[in-house]
Nanobody, 116 residues
Framework: QVQLVESGGGLVQAGGSLRLSCVASGRDFSINAMGWYRQAPGKQRELVAVITSGGNINYADSVKGRFTISTDNAKNTMYLHMNSLKPEDTAVYYC??????????WGQGTQVTVSS
């Protein structure tokens, strides 16, 4: 079992930056991908960034060049560094992990609001 807890959301002006953190507790050695999703009001949850166990990193086109995903394995923490934020980045951001058996773990979400 894995528990995920996000933090770091908040209110920021357009052009600003935030860093989201996701701390994991518990163990599941079959994790093969970890990443961030977001869900804006009235929209479907969408993938923002993902790191696979093979080290591949992918970003949504809408955040490429602005967001960076990283991990600190010693701290069991994953980060999402968000720069040049836009109002359309406003959403609840969720930490996510998937196993080789397609079991999914989700955090509770952290709100990011970008004002224009």
């Amino acid at each position: 079992q894995v528990q995920l807890v996000e933090s770091g959301g908040g209110l920021v002006q357009a052009g600003g930056s935030l860093r989201l953190s996701c701390v994991a507790s518990g163990r599941d050695f079959s994790i093969n991908a970890m990443g961030w999703y977001r869900q804006a009001p009235g929209k479907q949850r969408e993938l923002v960034a993902v790191i696979t166990s093979g080290g591949n990193i992918n970003y949504a086109d809408s955040v490429k060049g602005r967001f960076t995903i990283s991990t600190d394995n010693a701290k069991n923490t994953m980060y999402l560094h968000m720069n040049s934020l836009k109002p359309e980045d406003t959403a609840v951001y969720y930490c996510h992990r998937r196993t080789v058996w397609n079991r999914e773990y989700w955090g509770q979400g952290t709100q990011v609001t970008v004002s224009s």
